[in-house]
Nanobody, 121 residues
Framework: QVQLVESGGGLVPPGGSLRLSCVASGTILSINTMGWYRQAPGKERELVATATSGANTNYLDAVKGRFTISRDNAKNTVYLQMNSLKPEDTAVYYC???????????????WGQGTQVTVFP
């Protein structure tokens, strides 16, 4: 089994910063892409940022230049540094990882439990 545990959410004013962390643990052979998604009330979950094991990154247009995703592969950890936060960034942020647990099986998607980020006006 694989578990993803997020931390770092909270309540900040507009223009503030937060750093989210997500640690993967369990039976892990390798991790391909790790990323962050978010879901605001009444909206669908959307991709915020992803990072491959080779450090290629991809961002939602709305967060480019403000958010930075990074990985520590040795620690099976992904981070999301969020600067210049806006009220529209308010959402539950979920960590995602494509984890290979056995040489016999393809990588599977795993999700964290989510962490709340609230940017109050």
């Amino acid at each position: 089994q694989v578990q993803l545990v997020e931390s770092g959410g909270g309540l900040v004013p507009p223009g503030g910063s937060l750093r989210l962390s997500c640690v993967a643990s369990g039976t892990i052979l390798s991790i391909n892409t790790m990323g962050w998604y978010r879901q605001a009330p009444g909206k669908e979950r959307e991709l915020v940022a992803t990072a491959t094991s080779g450090a290629n990154t991809n961002y939602l247009d709305a967060v480019k230049g403000r958010f930075t995703i990074s990985r520590d592969n040795a620690k099976n950890t992904v981070y999301l540094q969020m600067n210049s936060l806006k009220p529209e960034d308010t959402a539950v942020y979920y960590c995602n990882a494509q984890v290979k647990t056995s040489p016999l099986f393809s990588p599977r998607n795993y999700w964290g439990q989510g962490t709340q980020v609230t940017v109050f006006p």
